[in-house]
């Protein structure tokens, strides 16, 4: 099964977004081993769309559109891919009635009653994270699934979506797990694990994100019993090799294993952010449920703060300054103290661009984490070469989360 | 004069990164009026991009290829498009020497002089960020541009070898700007203006951004200055018809508005969070600058530190629920005082999945913001029926922040 994917947006080839939907889906594919030969971007224009659909129909059997399903005037990505194959578009009265639930009490202009007019025949891929459902269909040796752009549409849509429509067509199962690495580059971890990355089944693949890694392993068999199992002595083989940088295996996030950590333990934790500034609580808080372990924290952005607030001395800000590993040390003694939290954690650093200095330099960021047990403290690895302020931030922020569970443990 | 960008690379296919290279050209071509009409993405390929490139040449008359220069044998771009514009490849002695000296001292593989052999004719496009040129001819009605893959080397190589190629060509000079609305649906706001959207120049198009919307405004004219006088009626008549609802003209955001009027009227502001976790703080510190204004926050995720660190009342969270107009405006007073900040913010809310009752379901989020003249307190209108947790936190916090912005004026 060779795939095309399909993305209609004028707002790409402005260059206003990048195409992650299509890195998205490509990722997804790539996994259950569907071949992707071409990505193809076109606008919001029906002509050039009709043109785009005539070759991508040539050239591949699975042709995956996103976006242009919206209610607006540019939004026709369904007409146009209805047409191709000969289908109408019709309403769908089920459809109808779930728009008007979605948009009850909202104001419902007529053009947004488009979103419920679907292809005749296909099948609805609901939409519970947006307005505009996706669909699929099949027709003249081609199947075609449309998904809606916007990517936190787009990802659920296709894995809980799209990827079940196509599972009949796969032959067999296919497995992933994911373990998520952090303190290790991708080279690194690829010149460890490159012996094992000659294919076969199961796969073993390595990607970068942002300050950490993550390796895939794949696994094709009859039943998922069967693809699971296949992939239980590989997972063993990379963590004899490299077991030491894992933090987590099938979870989304450093946040989620120290939330969840915490959790199981029974621990409390509360931040004082300066560099930061209420990320590290943010990305700690966007886990559902952290609010068991979670008791809060301090943004001190101004000395006073930090005084006021967290009693750090006056003297040590003096001495040594706002970004030095005693202010870090003290603003997690100080939250620790306030908030009655079992951990607790200290973050100050340059973020940039502006305020650095030749003795600290932009990207200087100070760590501590203390325990009723344990305090340490430690400058956080910033790459500073190429970092920017928000690199910068969720790094370090990363760092801090990293200290935490080795504090823990 | 129509472009259409190839990016040969396989790992764009395996969705191993994002196609960055075609965002980054688009939006560069776009600033100087270049239509970019269609991205395409193919693997390392020969016959497949071969093929690519026979449609490319037919609906573009200016093919911009990124990747496949490097000295591998997967590297074949230049062959490929040499041979179907009927050009040989030949060896470059100049940049046979350049690449010599690039590679003193390094291990030169015979695949690596492949990179000093180029188009016959060609204009060399000098890569002083890595050691694969990249070149330009023009051949049967078509312009070739071949920039390196790697983003880091793309973009400079774009910006300063392919533009000034270009600049001959351009022919008349583009202008964007653009308007960020809050408070207003992308149909809702589709429904007002659309009679401005008919094309022509000076055209109009809306883009629907997380919980926001933006309008952009695009004329094309002789020079800038005449195609920024085009825009400056229309954007005039937007403004009369919407202008409730914009917040900014050519921003990148609410926070970057909120942080530059603080700072043009000497006010501070401090922000105590809830069901945001510290997230409307992370937002104004994402702000290079931020901290003339921000002197930080509190995120009280537990009552009791409601109570300890903001002085909200043990009776009001007793009598109305932790999550009630009067505990977000204790809050606000609370965080105010502790900080002695001009503008305060107060923010509790349910932001799931659970903890919702009937009574107060998921996405109640209650904000408040008080200055020493005013304190205002209201419901942030949530989409409750789709939203997220990641979705409430941050259009609660949008709404937070155009609260803020309300009470400034």
């Known amino acids: 099964m060779i795939c095309e994917i399909l993305s209609v947006g004028t707002e790409i080839l402005l260059g206003e977004i990048a195409n992650t939907d299509a890195q998205m889906i490509s990722q997804g594919l790539s996994e259950h081993g569907i071949n992707v030969f071409y990505h193809t971007v076109c606008g919001d224009n029906p002509q050039r769309l009709k043109d785009a659909v005539a070759i991508a129909r040539k050239r591949a059997d699975l042709i995956i559109t996103t976006g242009g399903l919206g209610p607006t005037c540019d939004d026709l990505t369904k007409e146009t891919l209805a047409q191709a194959f000969g289908l109408k578009i019709v309403p769908f009265e089920d459809q109808i009635a779930k728009l008007m639930a979605k948009m009850s009490g909202l104001n419902m202009t007529p053009n947004n009653l488009k979103q419920a007019h679907l292809p005749e025949g296909c099948t609805v891929l609901e939409n519970d994270w947006g307005t505009a459902p996706g669909c699929a269909f099949e027709a003249e040796g081609c199947t075609v699934i449309m998904l809606p752009g916007p990517p936190r549409e787009c990802k659920p849509m296709f894995r809980e979506r799209a990827l079940p429509y196509l599972s009949s067509k796969f032959g067999g199962v296919i497995y992933s797990t994911y373990l998520r690495f952090y303190g290790i580059g991708e080279s690194a971890l690829e010149d460890k694990l490159s012996f094992l990355m000659e294919g076969g089944n199961p796969s073993v693949a390595p990607y970068a994100k942002e300050g950490e890694c993550e390796v895939r392993v794949t696994a094709r068999g009859k039943t998922e019993e069967d693809a699971r199992a296949l992939c239980v002595p590989m997972v063993e083989k990379i963590r004899e090799i490299v077991g030491e940088y894992i933090y987590g295996q099938d979870v989304s996030s450093l946040e989620e294993v ?152």
Not at 259 to 274: D, H, N, P
Not at 328 to 355: F, H, K, Q, S, Y
């Open 258 to 409: 120290v939330v969840k950590t915490l959790k199981e333990k029974g621990l409390t934790i509360a931040c004082a952010e300066s560099c930061t500034g209420g990320l590290i609580c943010k990305r700690l808080t966007d886990i559902p449920g952290s609010s068991a372990c979670v008791l809060g924290g301090f943004v001190t952005y101004t000395n006073e703060m930090k005084i006021k607030q967290l009693g750090v001395s006056a003297d040590t800000l003096e001495k040594y300054g706002a970004v030095s590993q005693q202010t870090a040390l003290e603003m997690a003694r100080g939250v620790r103290t306030a908030t009655g939290a079992d951990i607790a954690v200290g973050i100050t650093g340059i973020a940039g661009p502006d305020g650095g200095s030749e003795e600290k330099p932009v990207g200087t960021v100070w760590v501590a984490v203390v325990s009723d047990k344990d305090e340490r403290v430690s400058l956080a690895p910033v790459r500073r070469k190429w970092s920017d302020r928000s690199y910068t931030r969720h790094t370090s922020a990363s760092y801090a989360l990293s200290q935490v569970l080795k504090i823990i443990d």
